[in-house]
C-alpha cells in the first residue's frame, strides 16, 4: 500500500513537474514591436523610410533576444525575436538592391541627373556692375537635357497640365507660401505631353533653360523646363 501511494505520489510529482515545464513564459514587449517593425518593413521596397524601419526591426529584436538570453529562462519569445530579425534583415537587403537598381535606370538615355537643391537652388545670383545675373555653375547645364525631381506647386487645375511649377520641396509647395524665384522651375510640357498633379515627389526631365532675372524680388520663374518626361518619382533619392 506503502509502494503505491509512494507511486502516486512520485506520478503526481511527475505532472506537476511537467506543469512546469510547459508553464506559460512571458514574451517582452520588444519582441512583438521588433516582429511589428519586421513586417512593416516591407515599405523599405520603396523608400528610405522603409529601410529606417527595418533598421529598427533589427535593434529591437536582437535587444529583444539579448535580454531573453539572460533571463536565464524565466521570458519567452526567442522564435517571435528571431522572426523580426529575420524580416528586417530580409526587408533592408532587397529594398536596398531593388531601390539601387531603381536609381540607376530611371533617368531616360541621354539626359544628365541633377540634384534641385544642390545644383540649382542652393546657387546664389551674381552681383556684378549692378546688373544681376544666374549663378556660373548654373549657367553650365544651360540648354543641357536634364534629370531631376521636386514637388508641383498646386494650382486650380490638377489634370492635364500643360505647364506647372516645379519646388524644390514639400515645404515649399504646401506650406512655405510663394517660394523664392531661385527655388522653383516652370516646366512646360511638349508635344501632347501632359501632366496630373501630384502631392509627393515627381521626376521631370527636359531642356533645362537658364534666364537672368529682370529684378530683384521678380517672381517670374528664372529657370525654365522643356518637358519631355514626367512621372511620380520611383525613389525617393535625389
Same mark, same amino acid.
Given at each position: 500500500m506503502s509502494q503505491v501511494l509512494d507511486g502516486s505520489n512520485h506520478s503526481l510529482h511527475n505532472s506537476f513537474d511537467g506543469q512546469d515545464e510547459f508553464s506559460y513564459k512571458p514574451v517582452p514587449p520588444t519582441a512583438v514591436v521588433g516582429l511589428v517593425l519586421g513586417l512593416f518593413s516591407f515599405i523599405a521596397l520603396?523608400?528610405? !523610410?522603409?529601410?529606417? !524601419?527595418?533598421?529598427?526591426? =533589427?535593434?529591437?529584436?536582437? =535587444?529583444?533576444? *539579448?535580454? !531573453?538570453?539572460?533571463?536565464?529562462?524565466? *521570458?519567452?519569445? /526567442?522564435?517571435?525575436?528571431?522572426?523580426?530579425? +529575420?524580416?528586417?534583415?530580409?526587408?533592408? =537587403?532587397?529594398?536596398?538592391? %531593388?531601390?539601387?537598381?531603381?536609381?540607376?535606370?530611371?533617368?531616360?538615355?541621354? %539626359?544628365?541627373?541633377?540634384?534641385?537643391?544642390?545644383? +540649382?537652388?542652393?546657387?546664389?545670383?551674381?552681383? /556684378?556692375?549692378?546688373?544681376?545675373?544666374v549663378n556660373p555653375d548654373v549657367m553650365k547645364i544651360d540648354k543641357q537635357k536634364v534629370f531631376l525631381k521636386g514637388y508641383m506647386y498646386p494650382t486650380r487645375q490638377d489634370k492635364d497640365l500643360q505647364t506647372f511649377v516645379l519646388v524644390k520641396d514639400n515645404q515649399q509647395c504646401c506650406f512655405g507660401g510663394q517660394p523664392d524665384v531661385k527655388d522653383m522651375i516652370l516646366v512646360e510640357m511638349q508635344g501632347n505631353k501632359r501632366a496630373d498633379f501630384y502631392s509627393g515627389l515627381v521626376s521631370v526631365a527636359g531642356e533645362f533653360k537658364a534666364e537672368a532675372p529682370k529684378q530683384v524680388g521678380d517672381l517670374h520663374p528664372v529657370y525654365q523646363l522643356k518637358g519631355t518626361h514626367f512621372e511620380q518619382a520611383r525613389t525617393s533619392y535625389r
Open positions: 520603396f523608400g528610405v !523610410i522603409g529601410l529606417g !524601419i527595418a533598421v529598427a526591426g =533589427i535593434v529591437v529584436s536582437l =535587444i529583444s533576444l *539579448l535580454s !531573453i538570453r539572460r533571463s536565464g529562462g524565466e *521570458l519567452g519569445g /526567442k522564435m517571435v525575436a528571431r522572426s523580426g530579425v +529575420i524580416l528586417s534583415t530580409f526587408f533592408l =537587403i532587397t529594398g536596398v538592391c %531593388y531601390q539601387t537598381f531603381v536609381y540607376a535606370h530611371e533617368v531616360p538615355e541621354g %539626359y544628365r541627373r541633377i540634384n534641385f537643391a544642390s545644383d +540649382i537652388s542652393a546657387k546664389d545670383f551674381v552681383q /556684378k556692375d549692378g546688373v544681376t545675373s
